[in-house]
């Protein structure tokens, strides 16, 4: 059975780091044709796709959040954090991480974790 | 960065099909997915790789993708389908999402 779930702060203030933690189950960061991307949603908006990391270690971020963004994992503890810096008002969303399935030449979000809704306000 | 354009809503009749598109530049020279989403709720996969169906999901549901455009058909609409639904590709190596569809089932 395959889990996704967040953890972190609930609430930070302007210009303080996040640091989000997903734990996953049922499946290892290792596995070839797998990864790990954290999506935010703001509260009544659209998704919005942040980072993802690969077994081999691979990792790709937004481009327009790329200097604030750094993903890593922890294979042994089926980890994958989230750090975001310099966070803003505008950054209070709620935060997904999905597990991505990689099926011939293509890639999907096949599992979603339930979101951790982050505030930032002073 | 590669951006995906939805309307933001469709609304449509109990069992009667629904139309919901995804523009982008060559976008049919990508996989697209299709996820739903209902209130409070995670999104979920509907379509994957163009017109690929996970197990579970009802055959209703369809996609196609051509061009600049990428289509999520829903035959026979019933009103557990109301929701929003959002296309997403996969540019280089990052997986951007349109702005989301509201489906209203009325």
């Known amino acids: 059975q395959v889990t996704l779930k967040e953890s972190g702060p609930v609430l930070v203030k302007p210009t303080e780091t996040l640091t989000l933690t997903c734990t996953v189950s049922?499946?290892?960061?290792?596995?070839?044709?797998?990864?790990v991307s954290w999506i935010r949603q703001p509260p009544g908006k659209a998704l919005e796709w942040l980072a993802h990391i690969f077994s081999n270690d691979e990792k790709s971020y937004s481009t327009s959040l790329k200097t604030r963004l750094t993903i890593s994992k922890d294979t042994s503890k089926s980890q994958v954090v989230l750090t975001m810096t310099n966070m803003d008002p505008v950054d209070t969303a709620t935060y997904y991480c999905?597990?991505?399935?990689?099926?011939?030449?293509?890639?999907?979000?096949?599992?979603w974790g339930q979101g951790t809704l982050v505030t930032v306000s002073s | 960065s590669y951006e995906l354009t939805q309307p933001p809503s469709v609304s449509v009749s109990p069992g009667q099909t629904a139309s919901i598109t995804c523009s982008g530049d060559?976008?049919?020279?990508?996989?697209v997915c299709w996820y739903q989403q209902k209130p409070g709720q995670s999104p979920v996969v509907v379509i994957y790789?163009?017109?690929k169906r996970p197990s579970g999901i009802p055959e209703r549901f369809s996609g196609f993708n051509s061009g600049d455009t990428a289509t999520l058909i829903i035959s026979g609409t019933q009103a557990m389908d109301e929701a929003d639904y959002y296309c997403?590709?996969?540019?280089?190596?990052?997986?951007?999402f349109g702005g989301g569809t509201k489906l209203t089932v009325l």
């Open positions: 049922g499946f290892s960061l290792s596995h070839p044709r797998m990864g």
């Open positions: 997403q590709a996969w540019d280089i190596s990052t997986a951007p």
């Open positions: 060559k976008l049919g020279d990508k996989y």
């Open positions: 790789q163009d017109n």
């Open positions: 999905a597990r991505i399935l990689v099926t011939g030449a293509g890639r999907h979000f096949d599992y």
